[in-house]
């Protein structure tokens, strides 16, 4: 018994600081312009879907853009489901395809982890607010499938959310240092080609490559709204069961 009241404890302290955090966060955003703004403008120029826009966006922090990068990855991330490939593209232009795919990979790392502690934090029912419950369970029945390689393979499949990844396996009692590990194995490869495509695209080409991404991001959502959709329509036909 008093082991599970400590465990309360501990794991009650975590969850107090992250709500803490997220409303400290919230009235700034709504009562500082100085924080609003930047967030609104960068939710704004990665939900346009534009390389150049994102570039521009990103060269306009001059020395600081590779520190700004890191951190709009990071954000990409949390505040899912905007696309963070348009960053991985934009670092490649911007800075090289082998020094982009480092940003882009250590980057999206971080916010990886920062989404894992989110979930462990604060629990289910906060994170399907948070985060959506559509994308929670659009990826549940890989875990269901997969078990502990389920990271792994979602890493490893384009048109599976990497942030809804994140969030759901905060939920799981799988150690932080086997998602981290997996999450670093299974996003490389699609990091290393993301970076070296976007070093080389140009023209029309980038254009139709963007546009491909594009697709898969929006597969992504459909296959959230898909999974809404069935759970309540077999809700719906357990309850007339009943």
Request: hydrophobic share 50%; net charge positive; glycine share 10%.
């Amino acid at each position: 018994m008093k082991q599970n009241n400590t465990q309360k404890k501990r794991s009650g302290i975590p969850r107090l600081l992250i709500l803490l955090a997220l409303a400290l966060f919230l009235i700034a955003y709504l009562t500082l312009p100085a924080v609003s703004r930047p967030i609104n403008r960068a939710a704004a120029v990665l939900g346009s879907a534009n390389v150049d826009a994102v570039v521009e966006y990103i060269r306009s922090f001059g020395a600081y853009a590779m520190v700004f990068s890191f951190f709009l990855m990071v954000f990409s991330s949390v505040a899912a489901p905007l696309p963070a490939f348009l960053i991985t593209l934009s670092n490649a232009a911007i800075f090289g395809w082998w020094q982009g795919a480092i940003l882009s990979w250590s980057s999206a790392m971080a916010g990886a982890a920062l989404c894992f502690f989110i979930s462990r934090g604060l629990g289910r029912d906060m994170v399907e607010r948070f985060a959506g419950k559509g994308a929670l369970a659009s990826v549940e029945t890989y875990f269901e499938k997969y078990g502990s390689r389920t990271v792994l393979v979602c890493r490893l499949l384009p048109f599976v959310s990497f942030d809804a990844v994140s969030y759901f396996a905060g939920l799981t009692p799988i150690r932080f240092t086997a998602f981290f590990v997996a999450t670093g194995i299974g996003q490389l490869p699609a990091t290393v080609v993301y970076s070296y495509v976007g070093g080389m695209l140009t023209g029309g080409v980038k254009y139709l490559v963007t546009g491909l991404l594009c697709i898969f991001s929006l597969g992504i959502l459909g296959t959230i709204f898909k999974q809404l959709y069935n759970d309540r329509q077999a809700k719906k036909a357990g309850n007339a069961h009943e």
